[in-house]
């Protein structure tokens, strides 16, 4: 029998390798917009957006071996601990003379929406071939 893919994390490395792609993208327009505090603030979202999917993917992969009934309860408590996890940065930073909250707030919300509807170009929504369409990705199984 063969073993079940990790299709959960293939898709979130799949995203973490997306955002090094466009990172220097971002980080310009936010040198552009702020200054090097635009590029401290969108460092730190790019990171908080990568941190994101990945936590995601290996709860709900962690979950996967436990049971069905597992995966959603995973999927619901990480994702409320992961908000959570987002606000409580945001908190610390807020006052911080060299975070621009607006920019660090756009960059969180924005790299999130434009990394998960580039991947849907790239997700195989089949039990044929679950997870990443074969040879449609920016890792090949044998860079992983």
């Given at each position: 029998?063969?073993?079940?893919p990790?299709?959960?994390?293939?898709?979130?490395?799949?995203?973490?390798?997306?955002?090094?792609?466009?990172?220097?993208?971002?980080?310009?327009?936010?040198?552009l917009?702020?200054?090097?505090?635009?590029?401290?603030?969108?460092?730190?979202?790019?990171?908080?957006?990568?941190?994101?999917?990945?936590?995601?993917?290996?709860?709900?992969?962690?979950a996967?071996?436990v049971s069905?009934?597992?995966?959603?309860g995973?999927?619901?408590?990480?994702?409320?601990?992961?908000?959570?996890?987002?606000?409580?940065?945001?908190?610390?930073?807020?006052?911080?003379?060299?975070?621009?909250?607006?920019?660090?707030?756009?960059?969180?919300?924005g790299?999130?929406l434009?990394?998960?509807?580039?991947?849907?170009?790239?997700?195989?929504?089949?039990?044929?071939a679950?997870?990443?369409?074969?040879?449609?990705?920016?890792?090949?199984?044998?860079?992983?």
């Amino acid at each position: 029998m063969d073993p079940i893919p990790a299709v959960e994390r293939d898709i979130a490395l799949d995203l973490v390798r997306r955002s090094v792609f466009v990172a220097p993208i971002v980080l310009a327009v936010g040198a552009l917009v702020a200054g090097v505090n635009g590029v401290i603030s969108v460092a730190i979202a790019l990171g908080v957006v990568a941190a994101n999917f990945l936590v995601s993917a290996f709860s709900v992969g962690w979950a996967a071996k436990v049971s069905p009934q597992a995966v959603g309860g995973a999927a619901v408590v990480s994702y409320v601990l992961r908000l959570a996890a987002i606000f409580v940065a945001l908190f610390l930073l807020k006052d911080q003379s060299w975070i621009d909250l607006k920019v660090l707030g756009f960059s969180i919300v924005g790299t999130h929406l434009a990394l998960l509807l580039w991947e849907t170009k790239h997700v195989s929504i089949s039990l044929a071939a679950p997870g990443l369409k074969p040879g449609g990705h920016a890792l090949s199984r044998e860079e992983r």
